[in-house]
């Protein structure tokens, strides 16, 4: 049997690693890099970050924050 606090705290901002690991930009296609500090998944190509809330990434392009106007 597994422990899920042990899961829970081991996940990155609650997200599954493997998930992930499996995403990708919904914009462009392309690759997704995990910013763990700031719990958000990070498009270069689009320039755009998707957060990450209560352990779901949220991935619309409406949520993300846009790299362009807010680079920190």
Not at 16 to 41: A, K, Q, S
Not at 42 to 65: C, F, H, N, Q, T
Request: negative net charge; aromatic residues 2%.
């Amino acid at each position: 049997m597994t422990d899920t606090n042990t899961q829970t705290q081991d996940a990155p901002c609650g997200v599954n690693p493997r998930l992930l690991e499996l995403l990708i930009c919904p914009v462009t296609g392309g690759p997704l890099v995990f910013d763990r500090e700031r719990c958000e998944l990070v498009s270069k190509k689009a320039k755009l970050a998707y957060p990450i809330r209560d352990g779901l990434p949220i991935m619309l392009e409406s949520e993300a924050r846009d790299l362009e106007v807010d680079p920190s």
